[in-house]
């Protein structure tokens, strides 16, 4: 968790705040003694995923000036989470992807530059802003996005960039792994699908021949990251890998969640490869760690154990019909 030594009486708005991230990330910030607002239109949010919080929930769309510049009243810094997340999506709906990203990150930016809010993080992505490229890649590898998510987050860090310099704002571009922990049911990633699929009882379906690799970072690392980038607030504009520099296949993946779910033997079923998805991607996080002092604490296995955990007492609550 975020340390608890620093106590601040700042407010933190984050926007996407009920999502997974969010919902992670919002408890951490208010056990170190940050009073934290969220913006969040609830379109995939769940407002319940944060009962027990003190954080006030404004519902409100990012791309809505009004709506921002009511949130970021009395805010010290703004933790930017909410976007159009999904890579698949995007190649179905590219103008909405670019809407809600780009067009969004900006309304944000613009607004608080409007308040002089200098402060700024900005949850960005790696492996679909860098693209098809030899691994392990880090902050100097070019991006060359193949899915309008990626390109949606490399103009969000463009516009980053550039209020960073143009408005003296201290912007941190958070460059995820792929993220797996609690709070994830309405996501559409492997580790969700994998999961879902062994508590229906049906085969774990693999986009490709199982050999894509990604990068997987427990949920609680991932927070401890963004607290870190926070409190840092480094001048001007800072692109910086979050991630746990392991390359993992999806094969690989599919495996091991079947055997912390018990069946070392558990049916695998293979499709067609999906457009917009990189071949191969995991970070180095050399630099987080030298500015940051950002170090993962949770091997592969041990968020996967959590992950499916917390997934086993969502469906005891939901029932077999809610998988």
Not at 151 to 158: M, P, V
Not at 237 to 242: K, Q
Not at 288 to 315: I, K
Request: glycine share 10%; aromatic share 8%; with cysteine.
């Amino acid at each position: 968790m975020v340390s608890t030594a620093i106590q601040s009486a700042e407010t933190i708005l984050v926007t996407g705040g009920c999502g997974f991230i969010g919902a992670n990330l919002v408890p951490m910030l208010e056990e170190a003694g940050y009073s934290v607002r969220v913006l969040d239109n609830l379109a995939k949010g769940d407002s319940s995923l944060l009962a027990g919080c003190r954080a006030e929930i404004v519902v409100g769309d990012i791309r809505d000036c009004a709506a921002v510049a009511q949130a970021l009243e009395g805010v010290d810094a703004v933790i930017h989470l909410a976007a159009f997340g999904s890579v698949v999506e995007s190649v179905a709906a590219p103008a909405e992807n670019f809407d809600v990203n780009a067009r969004g990150t900006f309304v944000v930016l613009d607004e608080c530059r409007k308040r002089g809010i200098a402060r700024f993080v900005f949850a960005s992505t790696g492996g679909a802003l860098i693209g098809n490229a030899d691994p392990p890649v880090n902050e100097d590898s070019r991006p060359r996005p193949i899915s309008p998510y990626g390109s949606s987050k490399l103009c969000g860090e463009a516009y980053c960039s550039s209020f960073a310099h143009s408005y003296n704002m201290h912007v941190t571009a958070l460059r995820f792994a792929n993220v797996v922990g609690p709070c994830s049911w309405h996501k559409k990633g492997a580790v969700t699908a994998f999961a879902k699929a062994i508590m229906s009882q049906d085969p774990l379906r693999i986009f490709g021949d199982g050999s894509a690799t990604r990068d997987f970072l427990y949920v609680e690392d991932l927070c401890k990251g963004i607290g870190l980038a926070l409190r840092a607030a480094l001048p001007g504009f800072n692109p910086l890998h979050l991630a746990s520099g392991r390359e993992v296949s999806i094969g690989e993946l599919a495996r091991l969640m079947a055997r912390i779910a018990g069946d070392d033997n558990y049916p695998i079923e293979y499709a067609p490869k999906r457009a917009g998805e990189v071949d191969r991607n995991f970070a180095r996080f050399d630099r987080a760690s030298a500015l940051l002092g950002f170090e993962p604490q949770y091997s592969l296995e041990e968020g996967l154990t959590r992950t499916w955990e917390w997934f086993e007492l969502e469906r005891s609550k939901r029932g077999s019909a809610g998988v």
